[in-house]
């Protein structure tokens, strides 16, 4: 296993101080699938204290470390370091209420949630696999360490794990885990809604998506309300023998699955998921200009796009092109169209906000502007010159803008 060498030095350090150590977990399944870890945890024997006078020559971070966890910079990677552990009950459906730290390896891979993330390697031992992980790679099969029921009872959390490596990894649930997933999903009550919102947009952006999105319609519609489980199936066939591009950014997913919802239903479901601001305002844009094709049919595309773009941004118009196509609003060609124009106006930087304006604040500032005034010229400006009404020219926009400000004449009664 290729292992980055501020991961080989943790390993050897703690080999060489006699405290057993593994990489564990997600990179040890991705090195074995052929894929780029995205990133590495270790295991050891070693406990919280001694991990501190192991790494006392090292940048640590000491946030997890009441629970075992110390974070190793090196490098500028983080490797983080957990003793072996064994959890406690979990009374809460989301975390053990204690945590016992072990001497064996063993104890610390039966606590793990699936096979395929419950195998160690270590450059001494070479592959640890005690629960059929590798077979199970082989097989593309999700399947719990122990009984499904009691992973699922731990932690509802797992549920959507599992839901999201079917997806991201192309896999399918066994069935005893599936039944599981089903019997259990009022589990997912325990988990916090910006947990759940992580897990949706990276199932979304899986190559198994619309499997898993038909498969298990009723239990994502649980934490999804007020989404239907039939919504939710009539989705998955805009991401079918779709790649994870196909379906570009988080924003253009979850307009996918929101696309039978009208705005204000999107926005409240969003609201229940906590995304940042940023990412809710592009979903609810999207849906907003889900009629575009048919909007303004008279304008030119070119002003289309350059008003998409002042008002939503550069990335905007491509996003869309893509929804409109995905969910069938738009023919390929008007979407083909509406992508070019996005390219070429982004390539010959065409003005499309005000800050690309040959004036600015300062210059009506010292034409008279003031307070709010300046900002409503400088956007009237810019519709002008979008819709080529004005070059964008410095002596051009100085002459409309004072034109703007000069106050209209005043109409005189005619003589009796």
């Known amino acids: 296993m290729f292992l980055p060498s501020p991961v080989s030095f943790v390993l050897a350090r703690l080999r060489d101080c006699g405290f057993p150590a593994y990489a564990v977990g997600g990179c040890v399944r991705d090195w074995l699938m052929g894929r780029a ?32 966890t110390l974070t190793v910079v090196l490098d500028g990677m983080n490797v983080e370091v957990t003793t072996y552990r064994i959890d406690g009950t979990y009374s809460d459906g989301r975390r053990p209420d204690s945590v016992a730290f072990s001497d064996r390896l063993a104890d610390d891979l039966c606590r793990r949630d699936f096979t395929v993330n419950a195998m160690a390697w270590s450059p001494e031992d070479g592959l640890v696999d005690l629960y059929g992980g590798r077979e199970d790679l082989g097989k593309k099969v999700i399947r719990c360490v122990g009984r499904a029921r009691d992973r699922f009872s731990e932690d509802g959390l797992r549920i959507l794990r599992a839901l999201r490596f079917a997806s991201t990894l192309g896999f399918s649930l066994d069935p005893e885990c599936a039944e599981a997933v089903f019997a259990l999903a009022p589990m997912l009550d325990c988990v916090s809604r910006e947990r759940i919102h992580a897990e949706l947009t990276k199932l979304l952006a899986g190559q198994n998506t619309s499997a898993v999105l038909e498969g298990f319609a009723p239990v994502l519609a649980s934490v999804l309300p007020p989404l239907t489980a039939e919504e939710i199936s009539n989705a998955a066939a805009f991401f079918r023998d779709r790649a994870p591009e196909d379906t570009g950014s988080a924003p253009v997913r979850l307009a996918l699955l929101l696309d039978g919802r009208t705005a204000d239903d999107a926005s409240r479901i969003l609201d229940s998921l906590k995304p940042s601001r940023e990412e809710k305002r592009a979903v609810l844009r999207l849906l907003e200009n889900r009629g575009f094709p048919d909007a303004g049919p008279d304008l030119p595309m070119r002003l289309k796009t350059l008003r998409l773009m002042r008002d939503c941004g550069d990335g905007f118009p491509s996003d869309l092109a893509r929804t409109l196509r995905l969910t069938g609003r738009a023919a390929e060609d008007f979407a083909a169209l509406l992508d070019a124009e996005a390219e070429k106006i982004l390539t010959t930087d065409a003005c499309r906000r005000t800050s690309q304006l040959k004036v600015d604040g300062r210059d009506l500032a010292a034409e008279g502007f003031s307070g709010p005034a300046i900002g409503e010229t400088l956007r009237l400006l810019l519709d002008e010159v979008l819709e080529e009404r004005l070059p964008n020219e410095r002596s051009a926009l100085l002459s409309r803008a004072r034109a703007l400000r000069r106050p209209a004449e005043p109409e005189t009664e005619a003589d009796p």
């Open 37 to 68: 870890p995205g990133d590495y945890d270790v295991t050891t024997a070693a406990r919280p204290d001694d991990m501190l006078r192991v790494f006392s020559d090292c940048r640590v971070v000491e946030t997890g470390l009441k629970h075992g």
